[in-house]
Nanobody, 115 residues
């Protein structure tokens, strides 16, 4: 089976940085995109950043200029470098892989940004 394991979440002060990693294991046919979503209490789950296999990235307006997504296609791994973190970034961050026939999700990693 396919498993996605996130790491790198934690507690950080406003203005600090975190780097999230998501490593996928198992057989995944034709990954189209990898990305990160987040969900804060009371909020809808939203796309934070995504990157295609060809390296085209897109970001939520709220994180543009602060977050950078990257990937290693050979390792089926996606990263999210988060700089200049704000309390509003506090959420559970979920790794997502969009493949030809399935979407895959990690269990999430908590990111908490204190004032």
């Amino acid at each position: 089976q396919v498993q996605l394991v996130e790491s790198g979440g934690g507690l950080v002060q406003a203005g600090g940085s975190l780097r999230l990693s998501c490593a996928a294991s198992g057989s995944i046919f034709s990954i189209n995109a990898m990305g990160w979503y987040r969900q804060a209490p009371g909020n809808k789950r939203e796309l934070v950043a995504a990157i295609t296999r060809g390296g085209i990235a897109n970001y939520a307006d709220s994180v543009k200029g602060r977050f950078t997504i990257s990937r290693d296609n050979a390792k089926n791994t996606v990263y999210l470098q988060m700089n200049s973190l704000k309390p509003e970034d506090t959420a559970v961050y979920y790794c997502n892989i969009k493949a030809a026939y399935n979407d895959y999700w990690g269990r999430g990693t908590q990111v908490t940004v204190s004032s």
